[in-house]
């Protein structure tokens, strides 16, 4: 067994970012930039009102005064042969372009406008660059927009637009498939003799894949025989990420092991020094794609896909933060644990507070929907009092 912090190590010098292609800006969200996008030009591209009001010279109102009103710019109005000379004033609105020989704006509730005398009173000192964004005060042309690695939301599809991006750069979507196997499996609408149970695990990580933001194929079960287990096992393989479930420990029908290395997958751990889960295995394929195999168990099932299955998708996807962060909270219950492995206890969270969730271990699915985070004890822990500070990971 190795360390939980080993554990990713290593399967971070494994994963790639998969191949850039290009997306319609419609079809960019949710998707990660992979690479840089520079502004076309200045942001904004000429000086502009910031307000309601009129564009003067800041030399002609050391004091109050009243002015010529000889044009108006409004937003989207091209000012060309509009010019503000000495004793001028002219009207603008909100982000109109300041006309040539204006330095100042005015808002409008700080002038009284005589329309049929052509004139404004003006009840204001204003000071050169007054109410004006000027031309690249944002950004400057050929400047970064938006880097490597960043997730497009709504936000930076209006970036995009904004500079003129419409094809996209962005990492391909993992594919992803999910694999059940064991003779005991069921599907989830048939009536289980005593000896069997029904499929929740591939329910489940097919959910956990869809809630992280992309789309599996249920592989469907295979059966503790080497041929279709080996068939199935080849099929999912052709994915970028294979999830696989049971069939991992070191038991006389945990055959995928031995059948994942026939074909061709290099192991990069088998063992993590962590509870639930300890029998993780996690390989990489010829073709670089990523194999985790998840003990049967749901819980260690559910576990092993939230520290590490959802990373494996993120880091493919080009998200360069990928590792889950955990939150601090306080625990409002003592929970008591035999020492030797980092174990990942079940919790309700609300606000800063934690309380432990009551389980009957791995197997326990049922307990999963009472609760929604889990709480970390460290590897050496014997106990965690109640009051103690541990790390948390929300679900």
Known sequence: MIPVDEARERLAAALRPLPVESVSLQDALGRVLAEPVVADRDFPPTDRSAMDGFAVRSVDLPSPGTLRVVAEVAAGTDPAGVAVGAGDACRVFTGAVIPHGADAVVMVERCEEDRKAGTVRVDDRPSAGQHIRHGGQDLAAGETVLSPGARIRPAEIAALASVGCVDVPVHRVPTVSVLSTGDEIVTPDREPAPHQVRNSNAAMLVAQVREAGYAAIDLGHAPDRPDELRQKLALGLESDLLLVTGGVSVGDYDLVPDTLAELGVETL???????????????????GGVVLGLPGNPLSVFVGFKLFGESVLKAMSGIEDYWPRPRFVTLTGAIRRRP???????????????????????????????????????????EAPAGATLRAFPF
């Open 269 to 287: 751990f088998h063992g993590i020094a962590m509870k639930p889960g300890k029998p993780i295995l996690a390989g990489r394929t010829r073709a």
């Open 340 to 382: 030797g492995r980092e174990t990942y206890h079940l919790a309700t969270i609300e606000g800063d507070e934690a309380t432990p969730v009551s389980s009957t271990g791995s197997g326990d699915v049922l307990s999963l929907a009472r609760g929604n985070a889990l709480v970390v004890t460290e590897a050496d822990a014997s």
